[in-house]
Nanobody, 124 residues
């Protein structure tokens, strides 16, 4: 009931695109903003993007201008369109439900529910 499910990861060449999807329980979708985080091996989980219930968006500086977060409320789904992928984007991408306001929601420790992640690998 609190589990989110990511999909859409894969192996791509640098410069190509992927679109990740995250489905959430209706109640979670209705009560929380939704975020994307990523975690590379040996690194902490880092904020990528967030969309509020009102539709406002936030991005990390490292992906701004390349990634776009959006949602389909009727499908209880949030998307992360990733364009012009770089090798440094390689990570497991996680969808998380966040309660609170910017910038606190950029801290992974404040996320209340996580998906299991989807692997994105970008080769040079």
């Amino acid at each position: 009931q609190v589990q989110l499910v990511e999909s859409g990861g894969g192996l791509v060449q640098a410069g190509n695109s992927l679109r990740l999807s995250c489905t959430a329980p209706a109640r979670t979708f209705a009560t929380s903003g939704l975020s994307w985080f990523r975690q590379a091996p040996g690194s902490e989980r880092k904020f990528v993007a967030h969309i509020t219930r009102a539709g406002g968006t936030y991005y990390s500086d490292s992906v701004k201008g390349r990634f776009t977060i959006s949602r389909d409320v009727a499908k209880y789904t949030v998307y992360l369109q990733m364009d012009n992928l770089k090798p440094e984007d390689t990570a497991v991408y996680y969808c998380g439900a966040a309660l609170g306001a910017w910038p606190g929601i950029a801290n992974w420790k404040t996320v209340t529910s996580w998906g299991r992640g989807t692997q994105v690998t970008v080769s040079s």
